[in-house]
């Protein structure tokens, strides 16, 4: 039941979209995504898996961006940050896949891309508040086209199973109002919903007790 | 310093490992603020909430498990600090140095053989600590007015060496905005860990505090390098009290201590 609320209030409070950076936690063995104001070092959502971000809010830096950034409570633990390949744009209405570009992200010289995968680990210190780096790359030394680009990520350790997949909205050049549909999409769509999620857990319920009876 | 000097920092620094968190192992972010006189501040992040005006901050490299590299201390500069059609920059104010155990010397005398350097990188730009000073580059404020910016700082070995000596590294920065209507820093230091012991990065920690940072003007409250009217002030609303203001530290904030801010009047020598 916390789970589902837990849920539910995630679902709500990322209906209006909000910029925070990531958490890194773990919950019943398995590493979790969260949102977190790091300002406050205060947990915005427990269970969040949608990101949004901007390249180029530093204009001198306009295919580039810092966050959003990581914290996590997992004081020791070495945890992976793992890109999946598959870069997706908005068209208006949906992400669709998207092979015109890549993503990388890079933290201490070692990095993975939306084309090929890949990522990099990190030893979570005592106040730990990652910022890896993140480039948006066209294909041929072309400049990257204007759009909404969608980056999935897990992360991983030797400690804990892998989490769940979460996911970086960035915005190249569009309107807030388009990101924030973007967004809302990506919460809708990718990421099970409160009723989702009770017919999920319900079917696993009952799975076991099947298994039992077995 | 002297053997006895050195003793008793080693008695404070291993009493202080066990009794309070002075220099504890948090490398805390660089809080960043600018004061009445609009010249930009640096200093300790506590709770959540910028702290006294600190100018030695720390560093440790490989905290986030890659040798040799870190990306703290941060800067954090809290929402509406600045505007956000400005840009805070820095510059490297000095050489890289290393602690010798009764001070720092310099790793890189300029000649064609570097000693060990430090680049600071963000995104796509790039410096290196050299031989002379080197001018950094400017970070946009954030829209919301705040600056909380990592930067990514490399230690690089000596010419000829695949790693840099272990040690404890010295980087003297400052902190410049394109606000016309605020000033520059003063200059404020990272002492940075790599691969040496606690101990040596603590008393190198205590001799920056008292060699370079100390404040020559102990009636100069807010930093600004002039004892006038802003520290006037402060003796007057802490009046009867204790803490800042209390010059002389008799647990009061009194004519005493106004007595002294007045007679060190003007800019600080």
Redo the contacts between chains.
Sequence with gaps: MTTVIASFLGYATFASPQHVDGYIWAQGGQLQSASWD????TIVDSTARVFGADFG?????PF???DP?FGSNLLGS?INLNVLAGLSSWNGSEFVSFTNASVIVE????AGNTTSGGGF???V???????P?Y?IEGMSGIDPANGIYLVSLNASSSSYSTSNTFWLVFNLGESEADHDAAIDWANANLVPTPAGLIAMLGGFSMALRRRRRN | MNKSTTNFLCFIVLLGAFTSNIFG?????IGVDANAAGRLTTHIVAD?ALGEPRRVFSARFG????AN?T?NP?F?A??SAFHPSFRIGFNMRSPLLVWNGNGFSQTDSGGSTLGERVKMS????NVTTAAVPVAG????V??DG?W???L?F?ILPASGFATPDAGIYLLELELWPTDPSLSTSESFWIVMNYASNTIDHELAQIWVEDNLAANPCPTDFDHDRIVGGSDLATILSNWGGSGTGDIDSSGLVDGVDLATLLSAWGVCQ
Aim: no cysteine; proline share 5%.
């Design positions: 790091d300002t406050t070092d809010e530093d204009p001198f830096f580039a961006s810092e950034g070495t933290f201490g010289g070692a680990s990190f030893l210190g005592e106040g730990f508040d990652l910022h780096s480039f | 192992q948090h490398v805390g972010d959540g905290d986030t498990g890659v590299f990306a941060g954090d809290f929402p963000f995104l796509t730009a580059f400017s970070l946009a954030q829209p705040g909380h910016r990592h990514s490399s």
